[in-house]
């Protein structure tokens, strides 16, 4: 059973940064693919950033280029967000989610993850 933990989330001005992280358990991290997503109130969850299992490969909703990279670091199970130059419009609950890497790559989509953690909020004051 794969279990994920979120951390690093908080309050902070609009121009700030956070970095979130993802714990990974109960599996071997190095085969699923790792992604991150928000939803804010009353809106459905979206696909922020995506990072395959060797980290060769990342992926970015348009609204957060050049300012979000994700990152992992298989050693300690461990993914990460780092969130540069934050919005006011980022507020929401970042989740981490995780699957199997299979042919098809890194999903940018939810119904492409089984497992998910529980949340962490992140809101930006402007």
């Known amino acids: 059973q794969v279990q994920l933990v979120e951390s690093g989330g908080g309050l902070v001005q609009a121009g700030g940064s956070l970095r979130l992280s993802c714990a990974f358990s109960?599996?071997?991290?190095?085969?699923?693919?790792m992604g991150w997503f928000l939803q804010a109130p009353g809106k459905e969850r979206e696909f922020v950033s995506g990072?395959?299992?060797?980290?060769?490969?990342?992926y970015y909703a348009d609204s957060v280029k050049g300012r979000f990279t994700i990152s992992r670091d298989n050693a300690k199970n461990t993914v990460y967000l780092q969130m540069n130059s934050l919005k006011p419009e980022d507020t929401a609950v970042y989740y981490c989610?995780?699957?199997?890497?299979?042919?098809?790559?890194?999903?940018?989509?939810?119904?492409?993850?089984?497992?998910w953690g529980q949340g962490t909020q992140v809101t930006v004051s402007s």
């Open positions: 989610a995780a699957d199997r890497e299979g042919i098809y790559g890194v999903s940018m989509v939810s119904e492409g993850y089984e497992y």
């Open positions: 109960g599996r071997a991290f190095r085969i699923y693919a």
């Open positions: 990072i395959s299992w060797s980290g060769g490969s990342t």
